[in-house]
């Protein structure tokens, strides 16, 4: 019996990817930049050389069970990127086939969310939780909803795009897809730098730890590290992200009533900064028949691991 699998998780910025048991151990596992390649074939020889060794040392393609990959926009049913908003490879990318073409392995895709939402549901803080959404803050935000034990992934394979649902309508402009308020114009790690951007110049008189750094050196840790100084303007910016963000959580835990709601990505760790406003604003606009039921908590898996598990999860029967 085939005793391992690859697990591959393609984000925005950076793409993680492991050897993974059977008992959810991660074996070994590395990291590449994800969008310093201007063609996808170039990224999977990129891949390629460094998973092969990996491969190799545990016995060759013939102890592989297969590849599981979670991306943006990636389609379960046709193994496709498909109009990835955070990617440069534009249009349909059929990335599975391209991989299997390249590695000779199985390869399964499925929403990058979605697949930090199965290894959440295996080996996470919502082992055996039925009903819950994993919400993703990292480059963007993704969303995997769990209901009945299953990812909801609609007649297309695309449902639970909640990073893109508009929350404030006309607002911001969302520089990938053209969108005006969505969510992840602001609850982003790419989101709070905009918040950062838009606070510091409309009031040029309020003085701040941020105003030290230039345009292109603010970041969500640096905004998280003048916070922690008690910075004014930088525990605004969590305020805010976090009322945003709170408001959004209450419209997804009003659509599907889950049991608990997990945020996991960079964003994260600015911990109570960004919890705490997140379910004050979630508890305000929840009706009174959802209050008070869903726990909101934060992934207990490492940042790299949920998605690795969960992708790899993808090819096990």
């Known amino acids: 019996m085939k005793e391992f699998a690859i697990g591959i998780d393609v984000g925005g910025t950076t793409t993680k990817f492991g050897i993974v048991n059977r008992n959810g151990e991660i074996l070994v596992q590395d990291r590449i930049p994800t969008n310093e390649h201007e063609v996808v074939e ?7 050389e460094k998973l092969k060794p990996m491969i190799d040392n545990v016995g060759g393609n013939d102890n592989i069970y297969g590849i599981g990959m979670g991306a943006p926009n990636g389609n379960f049913y046709s193994g496709t990127i498909e109009y990835a908003p955070n990617l440069k490879w534009k249009g ?10 390249k590695f000779g392995l199985h390869t399964k895709l499925t929403n990058d969310a979605n697949a930090a939402a199965m290894g959440e549901y295996m080996f996470g ?3 055996g939780v039925k009903h819950f959404i994993t919400i993703t803050l990292g480059t963007g935000v ?7 034990g299953k990812i909801l992934l609609g007649h297309d394979g695309f449902a ?3 990073g893109h649902t508009i929350i404030r309508p006309g607002g911001r402009l969302h520089k990938g897809t053209g969108s005006h308020g969505c969510l992840e114009a602001y609850a982003s790690a790419t989101g709070v730098r905009e918040t950062a951007i838009e606070l510091l110049t409309n009031y040029p008189e309020q003085e701040s730890l941020l105003r030290n750094y230039t345009i292109n050196e603010l970041t969500s840790e ?12 930088a525990n605004e910016i969590f305020e805010f992200t976090g009322e945003i963000l709170g408001e959004s959580l209450a419209n997804f835990v009003m659509f599907s009533s889950p049991e608990a709601i997990v945020l996991f990505g960079g964003l994260t760790k600015s911990g109570n900064l960004l919890l705490n ?6 508890e305000a606009n929840l009706l009174p028949i959802f209050q008070n039921k869903v726990k909101l908590l934060f992934s207990e898996l490492k940042e790299a691991d949920a998605a690795i598990l969960g992708a790899s999860s993808l ?3």
């Open 125 to 127: 803080c919502t082992k």
């Open 160 to 162: 639970g795009e909640l």
């Open 42 to 48: 170039e990224f999977i020889d990129d891949l390629y």
């Open 92 to 101: 349909i990318i059929p990335i599975a086939d391209l991989m299997y073409k």
């Open 222 to 233: 640096t905004v998280y590290d003048c916070a922690m100084q008690g910075d004014n303007i």
């Open 277 to 282: 406003p997140t379910r004050k604003a979630m």
């Open 142 to 148: 993704g969303s995997g909803i769990v209901i009945d």
């Open 315 to 317: 090819v096990w029967e």
